[in-house]
T-cell receptor
Framework: ETGVTQTPRHLVMGMTNKKSLKCEQH?????MYWYKQSAKKPLELMFV???????ENNSVPSRFSPECPNSSHLFLHLHTLQPEDSALYLC????????????????FGPGTRLTVL | ELKVEQNPLFLSMQEGKNYTIYCNYS?????LYWYRQDPGKSLESLFV?????AVKQEGRLMASLDTKARLSTLHITAAVHDLSATYFC?????????FGTGTSLTVIP
């Protein structure tokens, strides 16, 4: 148990559906992250939230919409996705936002395996 | 654009043998992390390396960091089946983590 949970673990959706991924961290951290992990590619950072404010958006298409209602919860809202969006979506948290600590280890959730038909 | 290259990408090794995984990166950083990922599971933190010359050991795994060469190594000693997993290095630039593509390790009897 890493202290970061994600639901659902698996999701199959059509291109016209709307769904949401949920992440919750129980570590008292102040920063949360969404990553995309595709086969044969490095992990891609999608979004970073620090103290519930978005501080990073790495040119992610608008069909992905993050929401951070508090420092413990992070959502990724999905709509009109494409088949190439099928991947493992990982949530992570760290004690502080990037750039503020001498080191800032990230702790990962188990991921949501998303398949877009 | 920062690049983090791991090699090999795939590694099949016999139990009891030694091997080294390499992580090269293209920017200045003195913070590097190693993670392990089992199939269908999360990334588990293995080592945190925070300075040039840092060396950490845990069981059969030892990680080191040479910031001048922009190189980190993960050395496996006397491999056992339980070490089969994918290993990632991640470079911390202070603003963002950059992950390598991962090394898929299979330890065979």
């Amino acid at each position: 148990e890493t202290g970061v949970t994600q639901t659902p673990r698996h999701l199959v959706m059509g291109m016209t559906n709307k769904k949401s991924l949920k992440c919750e961290q129980h570590l008292g951290h102040n920063a949360m992250y969404w990553y995309k992990q595709s086969a044969k590619k490095p992990l891609e950072l999608m979004f970073v939230y620090s103290l519930e404010e978005r501080v990073e958006n790495n040119s992610v298409p608008s069909r992905f919409s993050p929401e951070c209602p508090n420092s413990s919860h992070l959502f990724l809202h999905l709509h009109t996705l494409q088949p190439e969006d099928s991947a493992l979506y990982l949530c992570a948290s760290s004690q502080a936002p990037p750039g503020t600590y001498t080191y800032n280890e990230q702790f990962f959730g188990p991921g949501t395996r998303l398949t877009v038909l | 654009e920062l690049k983090v290259e791991q090699n090999p990408l795939f590694l099949s090794m016999q139990e009891g043998k030694n091997y080294t995984i390499y992580c090269n990166y293209s920017t200045t950083s003195d913070r590097l992390y190693w993670y392990r990922q089992d199939p269908g599971k999360s990334l588990e933190s293995l080592f945190v390396l925070l300075s040039n010359g840092a060396v950490k050991q845990e069981g059969r795994l030892m990680a080191s960091l040479d910031t001048k060469a922009r190189l980190s190594t993960l050395h496996i000693t006397a491999a056992v089946h339980d070490l089969s997993a994918t290993y990632f290095c991640a470079v911390d630039t202070g603003n963002q983590f950059y992950f390598g593509t991962g090394t898929s390790l299979t330890v065979i009897p």
